[in-house]
């Protein structure tokens, strides 16, 4: 199974050998596209699959009004079930990036499928359990999934919260992304994909700083998903090929984002 990649200089440095030593031998010259959370030796490093699912995830949560609690829960789930992968297979008939199952009525296997319903089903278990937002994460995590081992949520809390933290809006510019080669722009699904997630919205201005940078990190996330090579707010700028936030002259603070060029066919 493809994992998250995690912490230590020592680790990434064996992670970018494994992914990028094959390239780097043939003598290709491009950068493999990635994500990367936070700075130096603490960083994690994700693909853009991982990130784009935990995206997700934070985004149904906000435009469901729920606590950024919520969204460390969710997320240290799908990090222990699918290592947020969107998975078509899994324990007896559990699918997606929850390892649901369809025969204990949480949807359909295509709805399931759809990262987004199963965060919505996800946080729907979540919110009937009393006192859930004063659970510990992994507890409540284990309210919802009843697994098997229930103590394996907790080896994820630190990155899930840290996750949370950045897709939430909670900090600035905690996750970026990088890819050399953009794929074909989709100009409607994007939308599409960002109204049912972040909610109607998620375009408006004089929305709140975590507001925008939610926003902001959703478009990030799901750069390489949909062509995105540049996201602006509140005087930051990344690009898809630098894969860093930096200083922008823009004089705008609400997102906004600018997609490759249209390749002929």
């Known amino acids: 199974m493809r994992r998250l990649l995690v912490s230590t200089a020592a680790v990434a440095a064996v992670a970018v050998a494994g992914t990028l030593g094959v390239r780097a031998l043939i003598g290709a010259t491009s950068t493999a596209p990635g994500c990367t959370l936070g700075h130096g030796p603490a960083a994690v490093t994700l693909e853009p699959e991982q990130a784009a699912d935990a995206s997700t995830i934070a985004a149904v949560a906000l435009r469901l009004g729920l606590p950024n609690h919520a969204v460390t829960i969710a997320l240290a789930t799908a990090l222990q079930e699918s290592k947020l992968y969107n998975l078509d297979y899994g324990d007896r008939d ?11 009525g949480w949807g359909d296997p295509a709805q399931l499928l759809n990262p987004a319903y199963a965060a919505g089903a996800f946080y729907s278990h979540l919110t009937r359990i009393p006192g859930w937002d004063r659970l510990p994460v992994s507890t409540a995590a284990q309210e919802v999934q009843h697994s098997a081992d229930g103590s394996a949520y907790v080896q994820w809390e630190e ?63 799901h750069a390489y998903v949909y062509g995105v090579v540049q996201v602006d707010v509140r005087g930051m700028r990344w690009t898809s090929g630098s894969g860093r936030w930096r ?8 997102p906004s984002y600018r997609l490759a060029p249209v390749r002929s066919r």
């Open 94 to 104: 559990s699918l997606g990036v929850f390892q649901q199952r369809p025969s204990q």
């Open 247 to 254: 200083p922008s002259q823009s004089s705008a603070t609400a």
């Open 159 to 221: 990155e899930a919260r840290a996750l949370a933290r950045a897709l939430t809006g909670e900090i600035d510019a905690g996750l970026t992304c990088q890819f050399d080669h953009a794929p074909q722009p989709r100009s409607g699904a994007l939308a599409t994909a960002a109204t049912a997630q972040l909610g109607s919205g998620w375009r408006d201005r004089d929305q709140t700083r975590a507001r925008d940078w939610a926003t902001a990190e959703w478009l990030v996330a």
